[in-house]
């Protein structure tokens, strides 16, 4: 877009009739953030963008060394944040590398975080064994009032893993048995869900804020 204008008016020799490959090379000189007419067009051609990329972004995560489980998850994660991305800035870079930049991002942060993550077990449900690690009380009710804040944005597969490990504050094991889910998929899942928790929330305060 030329300089000061504003993507509506950016729109004005996008015909209606355009082809999606058109509506998309559009939404790639958008540098500012969408206005309405923005965003219905890139609600109308984000499954093909989706469709376009999604095999080359779960073969670059697998290659970056996430398991398979967790693989596909993180796959949904990097859409969502592209979705978002272009949302609020335009996708001047080209959708091509933004998503190869997001899905790098992902990729490595998930590795980080699992060779962080402690190696702990769910106590039994009964309470008759001790917790292996004290419970973060602050940091279980700032999720559970993040997860209020931001209910509507999750997937449902992630909404299902944060309501029972998080709002009800089930274990891994309990939430696996009550999803009938595998474990490490709920675990994946679970982080995940957190990871999308946090992005929504530093996009609620003024870049300046969100170091703090």
């Known amino acids: 877009m030329k300089e000061n204008e504003t993507p509506a008016e950016a729109a004005g020799a996008l015909s209606p009739t355009a082809s999606v490959a058109e509506k998309i090379a559009w939404l790639e000189t958008c540098d500012t953030a969408l206005d309405a007419h923005g965003i219905a067009v890139l609600n109308e051609v984000f499954a093909v963008v989706m469709r376009t990329h999604l095999r080359r972004v779960r073969r670059r995560i697998l290659r970056y060394g996430v398991p398979s489980d967790p693989a596909d998850d993180l796959v ?123 992005e929504l929330e530093s996009q609620r305060f003024r870049p300046s804020e969100r170091a703090a």
Do not use: Y
């Open 76 to 198: 949904q994660d990097v859409f969502a944040t592209l979705f978002r991305r272009v949302k609020s800035h335009g996708a001047k870079d080209g959708f091509s590398r933004l998503i190869a930049k997001i899905t790098k991002g992902k990729s490595l942060n998930f590795k980080r975080d699992a060779e962080l993550a402690p190696k702990t077990e769910c106590i039994p449900s009964s309470g008759s064994a001790p917790a292996e690690s004290a419970v973060d009380v602050e940091r279980a009710v700032d999720l559970r009032e993040m997860v209020e804040r931001s209910r509507d944005e999750l997937s449902p597969n992630h909404l299902a893993v944060v309501e029972k490990g998080i709002m009800e504050g089930l274990g891994d094991v309990e939430t696996a048995a009550a999803l009938k889910l595998p474990l490490g998929t709920v675990r994946s899942r679970l982080r995940a869900a957190i990871r999308v928790l946090r």
